[in-house]
């Protein structure tokens, strides 16, 4: 197996594909492989550099002329909850949540399924098997965790959302979550990222990073919210946020 380091990675590019975030345009990306010893100290590198983790590869946007696609993080020590955001966790407050290793299971899958076609009917993630979300979640070489969320009081418990995420030396990456698309009135989506920042400040860590931001799409505008934010800005390092 092969060690790598920032100095010696080699980066690939990939063919032009059309944007799933702006009408028109196209993107690319670079990407590289995560492998040997050194993967979660290069995953931390990159990460910090607006790279973000898919499985065993690590990829950023190098898209010709547009520079739209953004990484951010929330800086989580400075985090004080709107009303909005404390309502949210008081409806959540019936939720039991448990930190497990990164193995996938059929009722992980279940949940998955059921979101994808809610919230994304005709994507490409609906035709997922259940090994390739066993892939997904388990074919990762840094150290990441699923947060799974039950409900408390019920008699089965159900499982209601899972997050996968990655634990970075500074905080946590929030790589991809799902939850049950029949409770939007607890604001799942938005409950998980609250509960991340309870997490990451607990630990004494920075930042929740949420990965890509896209100012002119409105399914991104969520992630403006969660102040202050810090974006990725190539040269100049992580900058603050402005209204």
């Not at 028109?24 to 990159?46: I, N, Y």
């Not at 992980?108 to 892939?135: A, N, W």
Request: aromatic residues 10%; charged residues 20%.
């Amino acid at each position: 197996m092969t060690d790598q380091s920032p100095e010696t990675t080699q980066l690939f590019l990939t063919a032009a594909m059309p944007c799933p975030y702006l009408p028109g345009h196209m993107e690319r990306k670079l990407f590289t492989h995560l492998s040997g010893r050194r993967a979660s100290a290069l995953h931390h590198v990159l990460s910090d550099n607006g790279f973000r983790r898919s499985q065993n590869l690590i990829y950023r946007p190098a898209c010709e002329g547009c520079n739209a696609c953004q990484s951010v993080r929330i800086v989580a020590g400075e985090f004080a909850a709107s009303a909005r955001f404390r309502r949210v966790l008081r409806t959540n407050c019936d939720l039991s949540i448990a930190v497990r290793p990164t193995t996938a299971t059929v009722e992980q899958y279940d949940l998955f399924k059921r979101y994808l076609e809610s919230r994304h009917s005709g994507g490409g993630m609906t035709s997922m098997s259940y090994q390739d979300y066993e892939y997904m979640v388990e074919d990762t070489p840094v150290q990441s965790v699923l947060v799974e969320y039950r409900l408390r009081d019920h008699p089965e418990e159900p499982l209601v959302a899972v997050a996968l995420t990655d634990v970075m030396p500074d905080g946590l990456s929030m790589v991809y979550s799902f939850y049950d698309p029949d409770l939007a009135h607890r604001s799942l989506g938005t409950f998980l990222i609250l509960d991340h920042i309870a997490q990451v400040r607990s630990a004494s860590l920075s930042y929740v990073y949420l990965g890509y931001w896209v100012k002119e799409s409105p399914k991104m505008a969520y992630k403006a919210q969660f102040r202050p934010l810090e974006v990725q800005s190539g040269h100049a390092g992580w900058l603050r946020l402005e209204d």
